[in-house]
């Protein structure tokens, strides 16, 4: 689920998003997370070619709305927002 609201000053916008990106886990065992479901094996198709892509789609939309303020949920932890590039 994704929500943008746009804000607008001087006839410029500023999207403000929040994003469920729904389970970004990386493919890595982290003793700080409960992630044994997304360790490749575990759940029905998660591995690292799967876990690349969906930072890619994350990317490519964040490049498109170019929010100034994000918020997301449901990113296992620090590493996997910054693999996030856009």
């Known amino acids: 689920m994704l929500f943008v609201v746009a804000c607008s000053v001087a006839d ?9 990106v729904e389970n970004c886990f990386d493919t890595e065992d982290n003793a700080a997370t409960d992630d044994e479901e997304f360790l490749p094996g575990s759940y029905p198709g998660w ?4 876990y690349r892509y969906k930072l890619e789609q ?15 949920a449901e990113i296992e932890n620090r590493q ?6 856009y």
Do not use: C, Q, T
């Not at 994350?58 to 997301?72: A, F, T, Y």
């Not at 996997?80 to 590039?85: C, G, H, M």
């Open 12 to 20: 410029e916008g500023y999207p403000v998003v929040f994003w469920n």
């Open 47 to 50: 591995n690292e070619r799967v």
């Open 58 to 72: 994350i990317g490519e939309i964040l490049e498109d709305v170019k929010p100034v303020l994000l918020g997301l």
């Open 80 to 85: 996997v927002l910054e693999a996030v590039s």
